[in-house]
């Protein structure tokens, strides 16, 4: 989450607090002020996060002209598409091969490192 989405959510709770102290207090007029803000800040925090899935989705996968890979990444990559392959072979039943059942340990040992995502 990102600080403006932070922010807006903490503004949100506090206008849901001023509608329930305008509701406890039994000010209608100031009660559906509130409300009309907290619908307000509800409507700007979709719309960031609508944001957020579009910017997400619009540059997985693009690599910048001139910008390689780093070789570790290619291994890292090559692996976890391995590790695809095995893993869905075991998924049906497969008879593994030790070579395929190292693997797996491979790609579980990057993983826990944090090398794999």
Not at 9 to 16: I, P, Q, T, V
Request: overall charge negative.
């Amino acid at each position: 989450m990102n600080k403006l989405l932070r922010e807006l959510y903490a503004r949100l709770r506090e206008a849901e607090d001023n509608v329930r102290a305008a509701i406890a207090e039994g000010n209608d007029e100031l009660a559906e002020a509130a409300m009309a803000d907290v619908r307000k800040i509800s409507s700007r925090i979709d719309k960031v996060k609508e944001l957020e899935r579009h910017d997400d989705g619009f540059d997985a996968g693009v690599q910048v002209a001139g910008e390689e890979e780093a070789p570790a990444a290619k291994d890292e990559k090559k692996l976890a598409e391995e590790y695809r392959k095995v893993f869905l072979k075991a998924v049906r039943r497969r008879r593994l091969s030790p070579s395929e059942a190292s693997l797996i340990r491979e790609y579980k040992a990057v993983m826990h490192e944090g090398g794999v995502t």
